[in-house]
């Protein structure tokens, strides 16, 4: 037995940990490491002349899916899902035994999306994905915040109210568009309300994070559930760094994916959120081993 530690940084400090593994000779322990995403294939060279280390570079999507599966298996602690995500007052992490789990609907969110159709241990293929991710949030937000890091613009969003931002179906309509079942919360426009100067002097910073994250997190939620119906599959496990710390997006994902589906489907997170990835190439590492 043992423990798996996790650690983060961002990518633009890597030269900084490749040199301090050089400092501390961490080669000497140490010559071989298996890594995964686009960063092993990017950073091979830094790694082989910096550190002296040498990369086995292991596809992404595979570990991803084999670390979420060990790791959901490890204990009923690691997958939840989210009760009244609507009520701020009410809602409340309920653990969920991730038993017998394909089909699922795999969606990891990093600077962009990926969505899986994993039908199996080594039976899964990507349906699709999009380019607006959480790299989409935190850019957006430095443009229009002056913020610079993910934390600081969570922290924004997490003060902000999109609502004024956002044009709603009720600020077209008067209120809810009954024939087609739209609440009159429903956005119709993201940022639609920044056509007038007026409204645009009267937001804040915190408004405009808001209303980023909000957008991001609605499309990643609409082009899920399209893929659930298009698959026939109900469980959808959400997954992926953009979710760290990001307790607004799960409450928008998990209220989203009960209600558009008239409570047949609920929306399933991991405590480890961003580190299946890793996880997925210990596991290969122990494997070969």
Same mark, same amino acid.
């Given at each position: 037995?043992?423990?798996?530690?996790?650690?983060?940084?961002?990518?633009?400090?890597?030269?900084?940990?490749?040199?301090? =593994?050089?400092?501390?000779?961490?080669?000497?322990?140490?010559?071989?490491?298996?890594?995964?995403?686009?960063?092993?294939?990017?950073? *091979?060279?830094?790694?082989?002349?910096?550190?002296?280390?040498?990369?086995?570079?292991?596809?992404?999507?595979?570990?991803?899916?084999?670390?979420?599966?060990?790791?959901?298996?490890?204990?009923?602690? *690691?997958?939840?899902?989210?009760?009244?995500?609507?009520?701020?007052?009410?809602?409340?992490?309920?653990?969920?035994?991730?038993?017998?789990?394909?089909?699922?609907?795999?969606?990891?969110?990093?600077?962009?999306?990926?969505?899986?159709?994993?039908?199996?241990?080594?039976?899964?293929?990507?349906? =699709?994905?999009?380019?607006?991710?959480?790299?989409?949030?935190?850019?957006?937000?430095?443009?229009?915040?002056?913020?610079?890091?993910?934390?600081?613009?969570?922290?924004?969003?997490?003060?902000?109210?999109? =609502?004024?931002?956002?044009?709603?179906?009720?600020?077209?309509?008067?209120?809810?568009?009954?024939?087609?079942?739209?609440?009159? @919360?429903?956005?119709?426009?993201?940022?639609?309300?920044?056509?007038?100067?007026?409204?645009?002097?009267?937001?804040?910073?915190?408004?405009?994070?808001?209303?980023?994250?909000?957008?991001? =997190?609605?499309?990643?939620?609409?082009?899920?559930?399209?893929?659930?119906?298009? *698959?026939?599959? *109900?469980?959808?496990?959400?997954?992926?760094?953009?979710?760290?710390?990001?307790?607004?997006?799960?409450?928008?994902?998990?209220?989203?994916?009960?209600? @558009?589906?008239?409570?047949?489907?609920?929306?399933?997170?991991?405590?480890?959120?961003?580190?299946?990835?890793?996880?997925?190439?210990?596991?290969?590492?122990?494997?070969?081993?």
């Amino acid at each position: 037995m043992g423990n798996l530690h996790f650690i983060r940084f961002p990518t633009q400090d890597l030269t900084t940990f490749l040199k301090m =593994t050089r400092d501390k000779q961490f080669s000497g322990l140490h010559t071989t490491l298996c890594a995964t995403g686009g960063g092993a294939h990017k950073f *091979e060279a830094d790694f082989r002349t910096i550190a002296g280390l040498q990369l086995v570079q292991l596809d992404e999507l595979d570990c991803v899916i084999r670390g979420v599966l060990f790791m959901s298996s490890s204990g009923p602690s *690691e997958c939840f899902y989210l009760e009244n995500p609507k009520h701020s007052e009410q809602c409340f992490l309920k653990p969920f035994q991730l038993e017998n789990p394909f089909p699922f609907l795999l969606v990891n969110i990093g600077s962009g999306v990926s969505i899986l159709a994993v039908h199996g241990r080594d039976n899964f293929r990507r349906v =699709t994905g999009t380019s607006l991710g959480g790299g989409t949030f935190h850019g957006l937000c430095c443009l229009l915040t002056g913020c610079s890091t993910f934390e600081e613009a969570l922290e924004m969003a997490s003060h902000g109210d999109s =609502t004024r931002v956002d044009k709603l179906v009720k600020d077209i309509y008067g209120g809810d568009y009954d024939r087609f079942g739209l609440p009159g @919360w429903t956005v119709a426009s993201s940022f639609g309300n920044m056509i007038s100067k007026e409204q645009r002097d009267s937001v804040s910073k915190e408004d405009l994070a808001r209303a980023a994250l909000v957008a991001v =997190t609605n499309n990643i939620g609409s082009i899920t559930r399209m893929c659930a119906r298009n *698959e026939n599959i *109900e469980r959808v496990v959400f997954v992926g760094n953009f979710l760290r710390g990001n307790m607004l997006s799960m409450k928008l994902l998990a209220y989203s994916m009960e209600y @558009w589906s008239a409570g047949q489907m609920k929306a399933l997170f991991l405590q480890h959120e961003g580190y299946f990835g890793a996880v997925g190439s210990l596991l290969e590492l122990l494997k070969s081993s």
